[in-house]
């Protein structure tokens, strides 16, 4: 089968962004490459082993590229993603000098070609994320593995902000917390504070797409019973739900937020009240050039902050809700 290929050259901060607007345009999958050049720190705190080769991106730049089948009207397509993109410049979300390409593809050339890069990887000191394709034995006796397959373009745990609130959460997590896992994409973050001790989690996303896979990859660990997957805006489906059939019960001990600042700075009220005094929230996502603004939103909603770790040029808070 042939596919329109649309390739997108803009900056890091952007790639959540645009990576949205292509698959709201129907992508039947999205690809992100970002810098690999030799200036490019690498955290391997815990062993992880990065087998993409390096690019010629340079730092700070990302390439993405969205897929849409032949019947597509791919010139529509593209000339609303760069609208969007445009606009994005007035959310203070800079997408830099954008360059874009578009050609046709057979779907083996893109379809599964980007599993050779995904391998098991040491997130934590007890979680460890396994493509279910790839052969892993653990390494110690407490090490937790969470078996993932991520579709197409969904977390897969390499990129920083998953990787911080995994191991944000292990820190968290004591046992036996009820959790709310906000955008929750491939589902990874709900299953590992699953294997961490969490009694329960209910995980949300806006993309039925991603309701999907999360909801494939909580069977495949085991976890239908632990986990609740369901389709909702942000916090839209507790409106008046005081948790009944979400295997919840509000207020929940701890809430995490995978997604953009801009995102984060909507509903940080609705996490206030979904929280139990003292509760924690972990936002994530949050590029470093809006540190600043998220702190002084949480911190005006309730929250004193707790912690603020960083990978890269990406930054997750720990905020408590002020009891």
């Known amino acids: 089968m042939l596919w ?9 901060e952007a790639v959540e962004m645009i990576s949205n607007f292509l698959h709201e345009a129907g992508a039947g999958g999205v690809s992100i490459e970002e810098s690999g050049t030799l200036n490019k720190k690498r955290d391997t705190t815990y062993g ?20 849409f089948s032949q019947e597509t009207p791919v010139e529509d397509i593209l000339e609303e993603v760069k609208h969007r993109i445009e606009e994005l410049r007035e959310f203070q979300i800079d997408p830099g000098e954008v ?57 897969t745990g ?24 906000v955008g929750t994409g491939s589902g990874i973050l709900a299953i590992g504070a699953v294997l961490l001790g969490a009694k329960h989690v209910l995980a949300l996303d806006l993309d039925p797409v991603a309701v999907s896979i999360a909801s494939e990859n909580v ?4 976890m239908d019973q632990q986990i609740t997957v369901k389709e909702s805006d942000l916090l839209g489906l507790l409106n008046g739900n005081g948790g009944e059939g979400l295997g919840i019960t ?64 990406w930054v997750a808070f720990v905020a408590r809700k002020r009891s």
């Open 4 to 12: 329109h290929e649309i390739t997108i050259h803009t900056t890091e």
């Open 48 to 67: 992880e082993l990065y087998e993409l080769p390096l690019n010629d991106i340079p730092e700070g730049q990302a390439e993405i590229k969205g897929y």
């Open 99 to 155: 360059r874009y390409g578009m050609k046709t593809v057979n779907e083996d050339e893109w379809a599964t070609a980007w599993k050779q890069y995904f391998k098991p990887l040491r997130v934590s000191d007890r979680l460890t994320i396994k493509p279910t394709w790839e052969e892993y034995t653990p390494e110690q006796e407490s090490e937790k593995i969470i078996e993932i397959d991520p579709g197409m373009a969904f977390g």
């Open 158 to 181: 390499t990129h920083p902000t998953t990787s911080l609130c995994l191991r944000t959460l292990e820190k968290a997590v004591k046992g036996g917390e009820e959790i709310i896992d």
């Open 219 to 222: 069977s495949l660990n085991g």
């Open 250 to 313: 509000l207020p929940v001990n701890i809430i995490v937020a995978n997604i953009l600042a801009e995102v984060i700075l909507l509903f940080i009220d609705d996490v206030y009240q979904a929280l139990e005094p003292g509760g924690v929230y972990i936002a994530s996502g949050i590029y470093k050039n809006k540190v600043e603004i998220v702190q002084q939103a949480l911190e005006d909603s309730g929250f004193d902050i707790e912690d603020v770790c960083r990978d890269e040029d």
